[in-house]
């Protein structure tokens, strides 16, 4: 999954200090998990909510390991 704002992987990039490098893998899972793990910590935080943040814990913990398995796929 290849956002258009995405520059092509496998391709070297020149950052602003000039270096080159490989560009990063991104994830939308990873970003996803990011979210829902913020998103719990707030949700625990409250005690009302606690079991809201409970769920989504689990959810960002899945979408977290997807995430690190599309990173490490070549290609």
Known sequence: MTASSEPPRNRRVV???GRTGTA???STAAALALVF???ALFSVLTAIL???GVVLA???I???IAGLKM???PG
């Open 15 to 17: 950052t602003r200090a």
């Open 24 to 26: 990063a893998k991104t």
């Open 37 to 39: 793990g913020v998103a």
């Open 50 to 52: 606690a079991w809201i």
């Open 58 to 60: 689990i959810v960002g």
């Open 62 to 64: 899945v979408l977290g």
């Open 71 to 73: 990173a490490a796929r």
